[in-house]
């Protein structure tokens, strides 16, 4: 991609306002926390006081918005717990230039480095870099500035005990996870009806699995509502797909595949009735048309070999969601008593030696993650610097802005920068023309800022353009309450806005963490963890009585993550100006086609794993072997740019069709596909390779796709 195109394409992005199911009653409940603490400290304190520990309760009631599992109060304590520690320290060197430059290098790299934790870890500690920049530029002594982190400290416990006394949707981001998982096995059972080999996005499903996961005291007070449905939309799923293709179900014309597209219309009827109900909370209505067809017919199965037995399974799997949507039913596990597991999340505590090993595995210069936070702790004190020497005054609101702006990847970090100067010069302009003409007191801008902070949080997932317009509308009226000049304030935001976003953008370019280059890395551990998963079903069909589901299911678990990892990576890579490096964008995108086929192929012999007591299969184990020998040598070859060998693969296939004749059962031909994927996979990627004639098959022509 051109610089020209991927500069429209990210100013595009970074000016979108998209239309989203809006949250008026949780916003409202983050404002009133914001009118509390200003009113309190403005009735009891000072202006200044009034300054400080609003952006305490502003910043909290903004880490309660951001993407995540954990409960909204400890969200609003940790935020304001850090702000008020950085706020404090910030106080502390402010007094001093050099060590206030100190401190800040070393408080933006920590920052930079906690995106190694996680996005939300890295949003709110980038937020708490950005209101320190504000809050030290008040003049205080060291009482004073612990007096006022202990008001930033107040403005998070008023945030967290508003959300404890006035919940709104409790449990509700899960119940969105929970209902979004089912409603996406709902729409891929009613695409099967006319496309048997539908693609399915599993993110769906991996953020129910996330919800899911609570700490041992949250599992006692999780609705009952919330229990066991991910585990069967997880189940359900490999059977439709199973029952639908036309390979290993039913054929694609006949009254079979008329009977398979009433089992699949049924079904999503049933899972979007869940879905609903667990959305709203309420309790679920079955229509009685689509639980009649989910029945065996009067005059017999309709369907025959393995469609037959998906479909009875699917049966079976779809009267466990009947079940367990009936309130009076119990959890029972397979020992008859009641289920108390549940997926560990580890508490506050338990995550310090978590982010300790994140950040330890990013310590490494080719990490983006390090990149970034050098870049962020470079450009925020060369703009702290260069603000201060400018004859603007404000002079923090240039590293303030590049803080803000400033990502570890290229597409948002300009998309943000353009958002970040049109929002901030809408925002001071509408805020500067309002004091301008009205005049308000202290009490009037107070009241002006909460507005302007009800909207943030009202309009936050909308787009960053309009986060910033209300962000700085706030910052006007909330410094107009301890005096600051109108004029001063809407020239320097502008001015220094302007120079931060192009600080941060040239930062980006000239210190860059391109992620092109690391495409063929990642499909490496894509098919890396795709053939893990193939293996261990084929082991499962090999010896069903040494048969473990856990390690099935694990090989899924980690095949969906390296498959998320990619395609993340890919979408980023996406809006880069650089040219492709050993995989261009129609070989990834064929590439990535192949590999989500032999998922699904894996998937569909997953779905008729055979009983304990089956014979074991001598020719799977063989298949099996040869995946376990090729597997990691294409793995190789795909990092070192050389040709794909299946050669090995290929040859088991043939011994095991032969010895299978005509009766080739769902295994035999499961792995036809699966080798079909492959070779696609190899003749996508046969354009990037080094030609080494001494890895080719003199038999197949020298193809090196082979």
Not at 30 to 58: D, E, K, N, R, Y
Not at 358 to 365: F, G, Q, S, Y
Not at 584 to 603: E, I, K, P
Not at 679 to 703: I, K, M, N, S, V
Request: proline letters at 6%; aromatic letters at 6%.
């Amino acid at each position: 991609m051109s610089w020209s195109h991927a500069l429209k394409q990210t100013a595009r992005t970074g000016l979108t306002i998209e239309r989203i199911r809006l949250e008026p009653l949780v916003a409202a409940r983050g404002a009133c926390g914001v009118a509390i603490v200003i009113g309190l400290t403005l009735w009891f304190g000072s202006p200044t006081l009034a300054v400080s520990s609003a952006f305490g309760a502003f910043s909290a009631g903004i880490a309660t918005f951001q993407k995540s599992w954990r409960p909204r109060p400890e969200l609003a304590l940790a935020a304001a717990s850090l702000l008020a520690v950085s706020t404090f320290l910030g106080y502390l060197a402010a007094a001093h230039t050099v060590t206030f430059v100190v401190m800040l290098a070393v408080w933006t790299l920590l920052t930079g480095m906690s995106w190694a934790v996680g996005p939300v870890s890295g949003l709110v500690s980038t937020q708490m870099v950005a209101v320190m920049l504000v809050t030290v530029t008040l003049p205080t002594s060291v009482l004073g500035a612990l007096e006022h982190a202990a008001l930033i400290g107040l403005g998070g416990v008023v945030q967290a005990v508003l959300i404890v006394l006035l919940p709104v949707r409790p449990w509700g981001v899960q119940r969105d996870a929970l209902a979004d998982a089912l409603a996406a096995v709902a729409d891929y059972a009613r695409r099967l009806r006319h496309d048997p080999q539908a693609p399915f996005d599993p993110q769906p499903l991996m953020d129910a699995r996330s919800a899911a996961a609570v700490t041992a005291r949250a599992a006692k007070r999780r609705p009952r509502q919330l229990r066991g449905y991910r585990l069967l939309a997880e189940r359900i799923r490999p059977v439709l797909a199973s029952m639908a293709d036309p390979v290993v179900g039913a054929p694609m014309l006949g009254p079979e595949r008329d009977r398979v597209r009433e089992l699949l219309a049924a079904t999503a009827t049933v899972l979007d009735a869940v879905a609903h109900a667990i959305r709203r909370s309420k309790p679920v209505r079955l229509p009685p048309e689509a639980m009649a067809v989910l029945e065996v017919p009067e005059s017999g199965p309709m369907l025959n070999g393995a469609a037959r037995r998906a479909a009875l399974r699917l049966m079976a799997l779809v009267n466990d969601v009947v079940e367990s949507s009936d309130e009076r039913v119990e959890a029972v596990t397979a020992e008859g008593t009641k289920d108390r597991r549940h997926l560990p999340r580890p508490t506050v505590p338990g995550l310090i030696p978590v982010a300790l090993r994140a950040l330890r595995r990013e310590a490494r210069w080719d990490s983006r993650i390090l990149r970034h936070a050098v870049r962020l702790s470079v450009v925020a004190v060369g703009g702290y610097l260069l603000g201060a020497v400018l004859p603007f005054g404000h002079g923090y609101w240039a590293p303030l802005t590049s803080v803000m702006v400033l990502r570890p990847d290229f597409g948002q970090t300009f998309s943000r920068g353009v958002a970040r100067f049109c929002g901030t010069l809408a925002g001071v302009l509408i805020g500067g023309v309002v004091v301008s003409l009205a005049h308000p007191g202290p009490y009037v801008s107070a009241a002006l800022a909460v507005v302007c902070a009800a909207f943030m949080y009202l309009l936050l997932r909308t787009g960053f353009i309009v986060a910033s317009a209300c962000v700085s509308a706030y910052v006007v009226f909330l410094l107009g309450i301890a005096g600051a000049a109108v004029g001063q304030t809407v020239q320097a935001r502008v001015a220094l806005t302007l120079l931060g976003g192009l600080v941060a953008m040239a930062a980006y370019v000239l210190f860059p963490a391109w992620e092109t280059p690391l495409l063929r890395d990642r499909l490496a551990d894509w098919l890396a963890r795709n053939g893990q998963y193939a293996i261990a079903v084929f082991d499962a069909h090999a010896r069903p009585a040494e048969r473990r589901p856990r390690q099935v299911r694990e090989a899924l678990l980690d095949a969906r993550a390296a498959r998320t990892d990619y395609e993340q990576l890919e979408a980023r890579a996406r809006r880069e100006p650089v040219r492709h490096r050993g995989l261009g964008r129609r070989a990834a995108q064929a590439a990535q086609t192949a590999l989500s086929t032999t998922g699904r192929v894996t998937m569909l012999l997953e779905a008729h794993l055979p009983d304990r007591d089956a014979a074991p299969s001598k020719e799977a184990e063989e298949f099996a072997a040869a995946l376990r020998t090729a597997v990691p040598k294409a793995v190789d070859a795909i990092r070192e740019r050389r040709p794909l060998d299946w050669t090995a693969v290929q040859e088991s296939l043939e011994h095991w069709q032969e010895r299978a004749g005509e009766r080739q059962g769902v295994a035999v031909r499961s792995a036809d596909l699966l080798v079909e994927a492959l070779d696609d996979l190899a003749q996508a990627l046969a354009g990037g390779a080094r030609q080494q004639p001494a890895l080719q098959d003199p038999t197949r022509g020298g193809d090196p796709s082979h």
